[in-house]
């Protein structure tokens, strides 16, 4: 990997790290060449520290160390995206990221969704909402819809209607995602057992 650690004057390219399970960005952070050099060799990451002069393993102190998984170059070979897998919280205040963030498993719009269902979940008693409407029936009523549009997605799987397929397919992940709430689980908890079986 050719990295141009000669752009700036001060030999130092940025390098922003990131949870390589959760894709949450933590902490940035400057590596000069040997800074890179160690941590590649020790698969842990070392930067430079600019306020004391040399180099620095995060986690040296508090054992928060960040396991090296990968490294990018950027298109302009001066800056480096690191894949981690962080031991503990990044940064030096405890928090899971610089930014303060909580460096949770985020599905984007899917988990968007979960958040709305856990709210109906939460607040049964609106009238109008489908999902409240569900949870008030019992785990019974959520369990035979998730079986209903099973069939239904078979039975679209099985035609020429790619649509109608995608539709109750749409439906089914939907009631899913009701069941796995109504049982008291999210879709975070399916992934782990996806991820034991690795």
């Known amino acids: 990997m050719e990295i141009n650690f000669d752009k700036n004057n001060d030999g130092l390219v940025p390098a922003i790290i990131q949870d390589a399970t959760t894709k949450n960005v933590l902490m940035l952070g400057y590596m000069n060449e040997e800074a890179y050099q160690k941590t590649v060799e020790t ?16 986690g040296e102190e508090s054992g928060n160390f960040l396991n090296l ?23 030096h205040k405890g928090s899971d990221t610089c930014w303060n963030g909580v460096n949770d498993q ?24 489908y999902v409240a409407s569900l949870f008030r029936k019992g785990i019974n009523k959520v ?4 079986g209903e549009e099973a069939v239904e997605v078979v039975i679209e799987a099985k035609d020429d209607n790619d649509d109608l397929f995608l539709s109750e397919s749409a ?3 939907f009631h899913y995602l009701i069941l ?3 049982k008291g689980y999210k879709l975070n908890d399916i992934v782990e057992v996806l991820k034991s079986r690795g």
């Open 43 to 58: 698969r842990k990451v070392t930067f430079f520290s600019r306020t004391k002069n040399r180099l620095w393993t995060k």
């Open 69 to 91: 998984v990968n490294i990018k170059n950027d298109c302009d070979q001066d800056s480096l995206l690191i894949s981690v897998n962080p031991v503990g919280p990044t940064c």
């Open 106 to 129: 985020s599905f984007g719009f899917l988990t968007e969704l979960e958040d709305t269902i856990q709210n109906r979940k939460e607040n049964q008693d609106d009238e109008k909402s």
């Open 143 to 146: 369990a035979q819809k998730v």
């Open 171 to 173: 439906d089914l992940l």
């Open 180 to 182: 796995l709430q109504a």
